[in-house]
């Protein structure tokens, strides 16, 4: 897929901005990988709908212990932090979420977003980046609130 095409979208712009935020240059200060978490937030009620391309060609997903040691690597000051469900009752335990998980995730969800943009269009990218949004996004939110508790006390 050319990259003309791909500059047509604005998701698949923004998911690379992410990646490019997360993984180029110097690390990212907690400000500047907010912004680039509330842009990728933000890009999802503007990404229309779309489906999926009928192929059986499968994309690349190459990550887990590896990918969490390079996120770890890159972020050594990221950690644990609470996460409270606000569906949940009052008496339920307090959960645990991680920073380094967070953003081995997202990179996940937003390689393949790329990679679908490159290899089957941006309809599937579109179609994908919202399908899998009930996870990033709830990686993203979690991951921001972290963020923002660091940047503001």
Known sequence: MPAWVMS????VG???????????GERPTDEILLRALDLLLAAY???????PTDTDLEPPRSGG???YRE???RFPNYGHYPVFD??????????????IDDLAD????????????EHFGTDDA???????YFHWGLHARHLALYLHARQFG
């Open 8 to 11: 047509q979208s604005p998701t």
């Open 71 to 73: 996120v770890a690597a």
């Open 126 to 132: 579109h179609w994908f980046f919202r399908l899998l």
């Open 45 to 51: 009620h503007h990404t229309p709908e779309a489906a």
């Open 65 to 67: 212990p590896q990918l």
């Open 106 to 117: 997202l990179t996940l969800d937003m390689r393949e977003v790329v990679w679908r943009a």
């Open 14 to 24: 923004t998911a690379r901005n992410f990646l490019s935020v997360v993984w180029e």
């Open 86 to 99: 606000p569906t949940a009752s009052f008496e339920e335990d307090v959960m645990r979420g991680d920073a």
